[in-house]
């Protein structure tokens, strides 16, 4: 069999063997452990020529999380996977699980964040695949070993949700402000001049109230 540009033979040979049914628990160890040394290296863990993911769906029987490493392409802000299952006759369970629910999460090197998936437009697959496949050319062996047509899956980041209100609503403020002013105006001016003898001419006997002299001195008389 001739080798195919960009495909090695051992390679192709170890995807054949890992698309049976019969090899899907080693396909899964694989997977996991792929996953764990992803996050342990914060993305270091991927081959240069194949930029990969983590993935992580709910699981539409249990509601649990389910991550796995996917290879992709970018185009513009989003973000293009395969549902290939090395070429198996089943959909991988990934892929069913972003049917029922098609929110995700993307981690991509060290950043998170959150994914609306969807099937490829039949307008737009053509160019998505040969991308693809241009990538990682194996796409093309696993799309020969299986009858059905490899889902061209689509990842948008979701919307980011808008910043919290900081400028006070103007209601708010003047309120405030109307405060700050009552109660400004009620204290005596010794409080506005920093204290003194501003106290006795300016502060309370502008307001018609009379002070009171201190304990000690009416106790001799000299004070009300």
Not at 186 to 205: D, M, N, R, T
Request: net charge positive; hydrophobic share 35%; proline share 10%.
């Amino acid at each position: 069999m001739k080798r195919q540009p960009g495909r090695s033979a051992a390679f192709s040979a170890a995807g054949r063997i890992l698309s049976r049914p019969s090899m899907r628990p080693v396909t899964r160890a694989f997977s996991n452990l792929h996953t764990t040394m992803y996050r342990l290296t914060r993305g270091m863990a991927q081959s240069r020529k194949y930029p990969t993911m983590l993935l992580t769906v709910t699981g539409c029987r249990s509601g649990k999380p389910r991550t796995v490493p996917l290879i992709y392409i970018k185009d513009g802000e989003r973000f293009v996977i395969a549902a290939a299952y090395a070429g198996s006759a089943a959909d991988p369970a990934w892929w069913l699980n972003l049917r029922e629910n098609p929110h995700a999460v993307a981690q991509v090197n060290n950043h998170t964040f959150a994914v609306n998936a969807e099937l490829a437009p039949v307008e737009q697959r053509p160019d998505l695949w040969r991308r693809l496949v241009e990538m990682y050319p194996y796409f093309i062996e696993y799309q020969q070993r299986t009858s059905r047509e490899i889902p061209v899956v689509i990842l948008t980041p979701a919307a980011k949700p808008e910043a919290p209100e900081t400028t006070p609503r103007p209601w708010r403020t003047s309120q405030s402000a109307k405060t700050r002013e009552t109660s400004t105006s009620e204290l005596p001016s010794a409080v506005h001049s920093g204290g003194g003898s501003e106290y006795l001419s300016s502060g309370p006997i502008d307001a018609g109230i009379r002070p009171r002299r201190p304990a000690r001195l009416r106790r001799r008389g000299w004070g009300p």
